[in-house]
């Protein structure tokens, strides 16, 4: 599966004359929870080779502390306060880069007394802050709550997701595969202002290229494909589909793939509809879903901000979970605050309910979603001005349908109807399992747009 890593750079502050033993303290706890972070998606760079116990008080230190960084190719950057801290040696280094920068100290156990020095920590991040606005340095906070507690830990993670976000789309190059459907003028997007605004890069790729490409690998009988065929067929009951349509089927995910990683691209936008059933004979609904296991997320109807809405919801689950595309459809006949999410085939296997019989039907897929907390999400732009729209909510019972779905139930679907109908969205939203509308909002204020909460009152329906 494609991921991408993110490398943090950690540089903790102390007060010149405050006791450098107490900071040592204060740093080995906080520490202990930024390590246990560690993955094969992140990577931490210290400063324990560069300053003296790895905190940062000196000017003179701030050079190498930056040139370290830059070597390292940070994403992010954490300043962690051990107590008052130097808010010139914060600043001088947070505003060499332009990545997130997290705030935050312990909070502090004690005021000064005749017999002891407080530590003063939230007092320092009050003026770091300042002069952090000053050198136009955007950053996140977290509460000034204790290193063990709940709220720091959640924070911190918050943190990462809104970073591994940032970095995706500045390298986001999305394949767009065909045009789109004439009748979908609401699908329309601006690939220059992606460009110019975010650094999203549009790639055009043929859909004859894919479908021709996919040919060759079933004539040839290419091992990927072979392999990947005999894969499809253990996981899904394909009796209801010709047999070469399913070998053709196959061939198409292994060609998507493999024109993707040569154009550099992680996300597409597919014209799965007309381009595909008149060069192939089939809609490549589930080889989008299988590519989107692959880590790489296809939007439908050639929906370019549907795929930059995918994009940034994996990035949110930092690459361990694929993200879809479901169409707002009908709302439930029994529950006022749930609706059905579907469309028609492309939703990534990993997402299937253990207790659903998933079904290969020419090349769309058929299976219910499992349980869980859903964010669905919507990444859109009218007259220049984009917007993230985010909510969530849970999956509940629902009559069976055909295609690919789940029903979800939210706090007020009122609300949300209203929201959407008003816009500027479409009948697509993004989703993935998980809790990210705090990230979400996080994201949007370093993008510079607006973020449109699901469940706060816009404008009024009759």
């Not at 079933?218 to 070998?247: I, P, Q």
């Not at 793939?257 to 007309?274: H, I, N």
């Not at 985010?390 to 690919?404: D, I, L, Y």
Request: aromatic share 10%; hydrophobic share 40%; net charge negative.
């Amino acid at each position: 599966m494609y991921k991408e890593v993110l490398s943090l750079g950690v540089a903790p502050t102390k007060r010149g004359f405050l006791s450098m033993e107490e900071a040592k303290r204060q740093k080995d706890r906080f520490m202990k929870v930024v390590r246990s972070f560690e993955s094969d998606t992140l990577k931490i760079v210290d400063l324990d080779d560069i300053a003296e116990n790895g905190i940062m008080y000196e000017m003179s230190k701030v050079p190498l502390a930056v040139e370290k960084f830059h070597l390292a190719k940070i994403d992010a950057l954490f300043v962690p306060f051990c107590d008052f801290g130097e808010e010139s040696v914060v600043a001088s280094i947070a505003k060499e880069f332009n990545v997130p920068v997290l705030v935050w100290g312990s909070r502090d156990e004690f005021p000064n007394t005749d017999d002891v020095r407080g530590r003063d920590t939230q007092c320092g991040m009050f003026a770091a802050t300042k002069v952090l606005r000053r050198h136009n340095v955007k950053y996140s906070y977290i509460y000034n709550v204790d290193t063990d507690s709940k709220e720091f830990a959640e924070g911190f993670d918050r943190f990462l997701r809104v970073a591994a976000v940032l970095k995706s789309l500045r390298r986001l190059r999305i394949a767009k595969v065909g045009e789109r459907p004439t009748p979908f003028m609401s699908v329309m997007a601006n690939d220059a202002n992606l460009l110019t605004k975010f650094g999203i890069t549009v790639v055009p790729i043929s859909p004859y290229s894919i479908v021709k490409l996919a040919k060759q690998l079933v004539e040839e009988n290419d091992e990927e494909y072979v392999a990947y065929y005999k894969d499809l067929t253990s996981r899904m009951d394909c009796s209801d589909t010709k047999e070469e349509v399913t070998k053709n089927i196959a061939g198409i995910r292994i060609a998507m793939a493999r024109l993707m990683e040569r154009a550099g691209c992680t996300a597409a936008a597919m014209e799965c509809w007309p381009a595909f059933p008149e060069l192939a004979g089939f809609s490549p609904c589930t080889a989008m879903g299988e590519m989107a296991d692959l880590g790489y997320p296809c939007s439908c109807e050639t929906d370019m901000n549907g795929a930059v809405t995918m994009a940034i919801l994996r990035a949110c689950a930092r690459f361990e979970d694929a993200a879809f595309l479901a169409d707002l459809t009908i709302r439930h006949p029994e529950n006022d605050n749930a609706e059905l999410l579907w469309h028609c085939g492309p939703f990534p296997y990993s997402l299937k309910d253990a207790n659903s019989n998933a079904r290969l039907v020419g090349g769309q897929e058929r299976f219910e979603l499992k349980d869980g907390n859903i964010t669905v999400a919507r990444f859109d732009e009218i007259d220049g001005e984009y917007v993230i729209f985010s909510g969530e909510g849970k999956k509940v019972e629902g009559p069976e349908t055909n295609g690919t779905y789940v029903w979800l139930e939210v706090k007020d679907w009122k609300t949300w109807e209203e929201k959407l109908m008003f816009g500027p969205y479409i009948h697509h939203v993004g989703g993935i399992y998980g809790n990210y509308h705090a990230v979400l909002r996080e994201v949007a204020r370093y993008l510079g747009i607006r973020f449109d909460d699901a469940d706060k009152q816009g404008i009024y329906s009759l």
